[in-house]
């Protein structure tokens, strides 16, 4: 630190440097974040100072992240589903799997069954949490199995895990199905719909994978993602209200005196943010924005197999993926573990882009 510090001019120069040195957005097509949209970003402005770890002092605050919650619960078919702002997909896998752990505390050696496809959020969630992770292989269309996912669960098992828009492939897993089977072996059922939870909603023919599902417990959805908000902004919502006071700890010098959440400070800005883009697009420019999204994806599918890139598999949400070596500079693209190229068709991805994408990796195949 410096002894005398220095003057704003100066620092503000030094990190302008920085933000050059970050790439830029029109050229990230492996992103599952993307620009916020400015509704959110004003929102954040205004609600920089508040502090969601001392609901109290901030009860206004504290209503709208409730306001959130009941707005994703109707979207999700459940208006009173309770749940609370998460930091994103990951703490809201740990808090699920957590809830599974303490609703069967008698197990000594619990177990927790994820497909393969599964985030690596969940390894780093069993870990903390001394769980065996039992992974499901897939299906060739790149869905969890659920013959062996059924095979998988024993009496020790406290959660199975499904995917609502699969990290690599974008796929939905069949999560009818799966909640039936963990409703009849009387476990806990999460869905981490962390991105497809603000696509499936929106599109005309989606599967149920929600709450309107008996067998689903709770779900795991980021509006920091597909919700185009601030980061950090994800949410856990859980079938009954009251759920989350299992976690409960206490904190008796607070102006509440019990708290289930992960982070103790946590922040209100975006999670106003989140809630400003929901309110102000509303379920009809929610669904134009998924609807541009889900047909540059398509465009981006035709364009690469027109230059012999066939697609690894028909994606359920905005996640494209092929067979294919090599993209050319300055293009950012991402890489899954079985070797295909990945892109995400995120809002900030607009028709001209792809278009642009498709020129540069056409004459570079020529
Ligand atoms: N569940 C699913 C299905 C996810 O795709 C992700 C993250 C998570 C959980 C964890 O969410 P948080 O990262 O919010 O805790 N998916 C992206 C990924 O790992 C996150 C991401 C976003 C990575 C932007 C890179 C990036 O540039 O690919």
């Known amino acids: 630190m410096l002894n005398k510090g220095c003057s704003e001019e100066e620092l503000f120069t030094f990190f302008s440097q920085k933000k050059r040195e970050d790439m830029d957005y029109n050229y990230i097509l492996s992103s599952m974040c993307t620009i916020p949209h400015p509704v959110a970003v004003r929102a954040h402005c205004m609600f920089m100072e508040t502090n969601l770890g001392d609901p ?9 992240e409730k306001l959130l ?23 809201s896998n740990i808090q699920a799997l957590r809830l599974a752990q303490v609703s069967k505390k008698e197990i000594t050696y619990p177990n927790v069954v994820v497909p393969e496809s599964a985030h690596f959020s969940f390894r780093k969630a069993c870990d903390l949490l001394c769980l065996e992770m039992r992974t499901v292989p897939l299906g060739k269309d790149f869905r969890m199995d659920t013959g062996e996912a059924a095979e998988q669960i024993d009496k020790n098992t406290v959660c199975l895990v499904g ?25 806990f059922f ?23 599902l008996p067998g689903v417990t709770t779900i795991a959805v980021d509006p920091h993602k597909m919700g185009m908000s601030t980061i950090p902004a994800g949410c856990l919502l859980t079938r009954r209200p009251d759920m989350l006071n299992s976690l409960n700890i206490e904190t008796p010098y607070l102006s509440v005196k019990q708290e289930y959440t992960l982070a103790g400070t946590r922040p209100g800005a975006p999670v ?15 669904r134009a924005i998924i609807a541009g999204c889900m047909k540059n994806t398509e465009r981006l599918i035709a364009g690469m197999e027109i230059f012999g890139f066939p697609r690894a598999v028909t994606p359920d949400v905005n996640v494209a993926t092929f067979t294919c070596r090599e993209v050319p500079e300055p293009w950012k693209v991402s890489w899954t573990r079985h070797g295909h190229l990945r892109i995400v068709c995120m809002p900030h991805v607009h ?16």
């Open 56 to 64: 109290g002092l901030f009860l206004g605050t504290a209503s709208l």
């Open 272 to 286: 106003v943010g989140a809630l400003a883009v929901l309110d102000y697009l509303g379920v009809q420019g929610m």
């Open 163 to 187: 995917i609502a828009g699969s990290t690599e492939y974008g796929m939905v897993d069949p999560i009818a199905d799966l909640a039936k089977i963990a409703d009849s072996h009387d476990v």
């Open 69 to 91: 919650i009941m707005r994703l619960g109707t979207l999700f078919h459940l208006p009173e589903a309770g749940g609370y702002a998460t930091t994103g997909g990951t703490e």
């Open 190 to 212: 999460h869905v981490d719909a962390a991105f497809g939870g603000l696509v499936l909603p929106f599109l005309n023919h989606s599967k149920p994978f929600d709450f309107s």
């Open 351 to 366: 028709l001209d882009r792809i278009e642009a994408f498709l020129k540069d990796i056409g004459e570079m195949h020529a």
